[in-house]
């Protein structure tokens, strides 16, 4: 049986998973770009990660609006999963299950914060959840690197690169910026720009507002990120490499560089999705973090204008990400390459009358989710399977031909025919047993959400209603009590049943307003903590002529 035919049995399931692995692992000669075989090493593994993309956010999964060639290319590389979720929508806490291909009741982490454990988890979270992926993966025999934001605590954790480059969003004092890597390119190579204390765009006030990069699209991070990749991608030791480039982008502030900036026309743009206010404004935290970051009084031609920017920025990403892919391609082992394309949790960008993540809508939960491998996988394809962020772990490590899916489901062998799609998605927001929590449902068409700040219920029907707009907790009640059990039956496991009452249903909070406060969010690299209380505070005192 010759490689063409023993792929076409796996994709038909004639041929078996362990045989399918076997052969990767035994170093089975692959077809390279050029059609002669290889050495017969495992494939290289390449993840790329935006930060705060949502899932629509693509032209060739349907988005008219956008511009992304580089993206479109890797649709149809390969496989994309249109139901990609993330189970924990917020920075730290989603990429806390990347690194450990564990749910929120094992890494403890619920938001942006710290673990939040109980008696018996371990207070090390790779004690807690096992070794993490870069670690792992390098265990396995592969070279290592890691670029962009990794949002870990503290910001310079080993978590396992062999390569490591920094570029975190903000800086917290002068010896964090003077270590962060892309900080420390621009005040070495190019000084002048070194002024800028918001390399990224300003936040606080401006964190919704349209802006323009003060660095040109050349030095901006999203380009220093991936000419970094294209650096590590070039070399070669003999092992196979894992790469993960994250990029800063399209999260907040939109500040696309020259010309990324006037790229779209905000008149063009659509406005944002409001449903039925009662409706919208059930989750209490999303009115708390409109507030938070400025963001309650958005008007809708203001949101258009953000939508543009935003789309810039993805434009500009998907420049930068055309460089790296011409690299994987240039090695000659391209075809043997996995890659994985995914964002870390979407924003409501006006939806709902909602601004940033942290819901369980879809505009802030779903995200692209883009596997490729052209040696293994079909091009083109669409898949409606839910998977989610978790499964990340799983899909590196099978590729390696060690599988470890801990928490996460066998997405390659699903793929091969030779493992079940996962039944049901759980998703988890703010610690259990506080007025802060939410559980998420989604099984086939259904979407359940539970939050405890008031013991409200969502139920919606996506095939129906994609837009979430409709709610039928009312009128699907069968629906709704067995969507109700499984977040009940989910729960119920250490650490996360501290969202259950004593007798067994989902703990409710009397319906409470949360305080209204804003996130001030300067240099404090240079000493700036917030706004001073006299405006001339800011201003050098002038020498004597």
Not at 79 to 100: D, E, H, M, P, Q
Request: net charge negative; glycine share 8%.
């Amino acid at each position: 049986m010759d490689f063409a035919e023993q792929k076409e049995s796996v994709m038909s399931g004639r041929f078996s998973r362990r045989g399918f692995l076997g052969m990767v692992a035994a170093g089975a000669a692959v077809k390279s770009v050029n059609g002669q075989a290889d050495s017969g090493r495992k494939p290289n593994v390449l993840f790329v990660m935006t930060d705060q993309q949502r899932a629509d956010a693509i032209a060739a999964l349907g988005n008219s609006h956008i511009y992304t060639p580089n993206l479109d290319r890797l649709v149809g590389r390969g496989v994309s999963f249109v139901n990609g979720y993330s189970t924990c929508a917020v920075c730290v806490a989603a990429r806390l299950t990347i690194r450990t291909g564990c749910e929120p009741p094992t890494t403890g982490c619920y938001a942006n914060m710290r673990p939040d454990l109980v008696e018996g988890q371990a207070a090390n979270n790779e004690d807690r959840c096992g070794t993490y992926l870069a670690r792992t993966m390098a265990r396995l025999g592969y070279r290592t690197f890691g670029i962009g934001k990794f949002h870990t605590s503290p910001w310079d954790e080993n978590i396992g690169y062999e390569v490591h480059l920094h570029s975190e969003e903000m800086y917290g004092s002068p010896e964090h910026r003077a270590r962060d890597d892309y900080a420390a390119f621009i005040a070495k190579e190019h000084p002048e720009y070194d002024f800028v204390e918001a390399l990224m765009g300003e936040r606080t006030e401006m964190y919704y507002m349209p802006q323009m990069s003060p660095l040109p699209a050349r030095l901006g991070v999203e380009a220093w990120a991936a000419d970094r990749a294209v650096e590590q991608i070039n070399s070669d030791d003999g092992r196979p490499y894992f790469g993960f480039v994250s990029f800063i982008g399209p999260h907040p502030p939109c500040a696309p560089p020259i010309p990324f900036n006037r790229m779209y026309d905000p008149d063009r743009m659509p406005n944002p999705v409001r449903g039925d206010k009662e409706v919208d404004g059930m989750d209490e935290y999303v009115l708390w973090m409109n507030y938070a970051i400025w963001a309650e009084d958005i008007t809708d031609s203001h949101a258009r204008a953000v939508k543009a920017r935003c789309y810039g920025e993805i434009s500009y990403i998907d420049e930068c990400l055309g460089r790296i892919l011409d690299a994987v391609d240039a090695r000659g082992d391209g075809q043997n390459t996995l890659i994985a394309f995914f964002a870390d949790h979407g924003d409501h960008l006006g939806d709902h009358g909602a601004w940033q993540k942290e819901s369980f809508f879809d505009v802030a939960c779903r995200v692209p989710f883009l596997v490729s491998w052209p040696e293994r996988l079909p091009a083109g394809a669409r898949r409606e399977e839910l998977v989610c962020l978790t499964d990340l772990f799983g899909i590196a490590t099978t590729a390696a031909a060690n599988p470890e899916l801990r928490e996460g489901a066998d997405v390659l062998g699903m793929l091969e025919g030779q493992a079940p799609a996962r039944e049901r998605l759980v998703g988890y927001y703010g610690v259990p047993g506080t007025n802060r929590f939410k559980v998420m449902v989604r099984e086939g068409e259904w979407k359940y959400i539970y939050m405890a700040n008031g013991g409200l219920e969502q139920l919606f029907n996506l095939e129906e209603d994609p837009q979430e707009l409709r709610q039928r907790i009312a009128d699907a009640t069968e629906v709704a009590g067995r969507m109700r059990a499984a977040a009940v039956e989910a729960v119920r496991r250490p650490n996360a049943n501290r969202a259950l009452d004593t007798d067994g249903a989902l703990k409710k909070f009397p319906r409470e307003e949360l305080k209204r406060q804003r996130i001030y969010q300067f240099d404090g690299s240079r000493g700036v903590r917030g706004f001073p209380e006299r405006p001339q505070d800011v201003v050098r005192p002038a020498k004597p002529l």
